[in-house]
């Protein structure tokens, strides 16, 4: 009987250690840098593999969410008039269920952005969404409302875009804006405000990523004019590292014990070793390195020893991740806007009109794949890869594929 419930019990841990794997819970997935652990997505495929499209209720570019069997996306109605958050079944395609959480006059936004590019995160129990002046939002996975908070105007001509971050029990949030820029913290469970740090006040679009560094946590947050790290249970600002240009758009990538930092506007790429205090822009700035010329709004995934990315112009490049020498330059063509993904050892990206082009690094292209002539529809989503299958979502639409 012993021996049987040993066994029982590595079995269940082992069915659920296969289910964490699974699970997409926020931007960037489970350890907020765009890999992917599982070996069965595919990594090639074309119209004939779209096992179903589901036509969504509203536009949005937020990327999907996934916990188990269900599909948590955001989305908006009457140019930003109204603003939703809804539930797809994985297996099915089918609905499983929309919540209208903010009604009103709407900010203006980028032409570029929208009013619903923040994706979801969720702990399995409960779906979190941010839609700027349309308030902070927690629901069930069943659509139920739990509570709602009202952030503010964020003052600024091109909407927000930045994911909300679940740590532990909280729920953090970059509020960058124009005016009032914070960053902030609340109970994830009642929404109460635990604690509000200043900012420098710009735009910024950056979703800030935990790591930990020599024994303490590290919140990483990319911003216009540098990147600061924050001690995720106070609020309090640890250090600084000068950027070389605006645009506060891209995620920080934590990888090789160094953080990868890609800004909005043509310029240096850099990499910053965390741990300093105050500022740490002559310390712990470990090399940068010119980039391709052009705008920048996918934040860079490192695989390996290669840190990878593509500027808005399709332009694709790899540097060494330890010393930033450059090690390929050549044209995806394309626009693009989505954030690549990592999986089977490869990065994969998607324009805006659907080509996805998968790179084994440093320069080797393995692939181009393309989902059919999609008039009308925009990809300015990550790929989300997830068991046998990856779900692409436009503007209008979400896709599942596979074999």
Request: proline share 5%; net charge neutral.
């Amino acid at each position: 009987m012993m021996r049987f419930s040993l066994v029982t019990l590595i079995a269940l841990f082992s069915f659920a250690q296969l289910h964490a794997q699974d699970n997409w819970p926020r931007w960037r997935g489970p350890q907020q840098d765009g890999h992917y652990a599982g070996t069965e997505a595919p990594l090639k495929w074309n119209q004939s593999d779209i096992v179903w499209r589901t036509e969504l209720p509203g536009s949005g570019q937020s990327s999907p969410c996934i916990w188990r069997d269900r599909i948590f996306l955001t989305a908006e109605k009457g140019n930003g008039a109204e603003r939703i958050v809804l539930a797809v079944d994985k297996k099915s395609g089918k609905i499983l269920w929309e919540q209208s959480v903010w009604k009103g006059e709407p900010e203006p936004s980028h032409a570029l952005n929208g009013w619903a590019s923040a994706s979801c995160a969720t702990d399995g129990e409960r779906v979190y969404a941010f839609f700027g002046i349309g308030g902070l939002h927690c629901l069930t996975v069943d659509g139920k409302p739990v509570w709602s908070k009202d952030l503010g105007d964020f003052q600024g001509p091109w909407g927000t875009a930045a994911s909300p971050v679940l740590v532990r029990d909280m729920l953090i949030q970059n509020c960058d804006a124009d005016a009032n820029a914070r960053l902030m913290a609340f109970d994830k469970k009642n929404g109460q405000e635990i604690w509000s740090t200043k900012r420098d006040d710009a735009r910024g679009w950056s979703t800030p990523i935990l790591i930990t560094v020599e024994g303490h946590e590290e919140l990483i947050l990319n911003g216009d004019a540098r990147v600061t790290a924050y001690n995720p249970n106070t609020g309090e600002e640890l250090w600084f590292c000068k950027s070389f240009t605006g645009r506060g758009a891209p995620t920080a990538t934590f990888a090789n014990n160094l953080i990868h930092m890609i800004n909005g506007k043509p310029g240096d790429c850099y990499a910053v070793r965390p741990g300093g205090r105050g500022d740490v822009t002559d310390s712990h700035m470990v090399w940068h390195a010119r980039r391709p010329k052009g705008r920048d709004l996918p934040s860079p995934v490192v695989i390996g020893e290669y840190m990878v990315t593509a500027n808005m112009d399709g332009v694709y490049s790899t540097f060494n991740s330890l010393t930033g020498k450059q090690e390929a330059l050549f044209r995806i063509g394309g626009r693009h806007v989505a954030t690549p993904v990592s999986y089977r050892g490869k990065a994969v990206f998607i324009d805006e009109k659907g080509k996805s082009t998968v790179v084994d690094p440093p320069r080797k292209v393995i692939a181009e794949n393309s989902l059919g002539d999609r008039d009308g529809e925009i990809f300015r989503s990550s790929v989300i890869p997830n068991g046998e299958f990856v779900f692409i979502r436009s503007t209008k639409a979400l896709y599942k594929v596979g074999k």
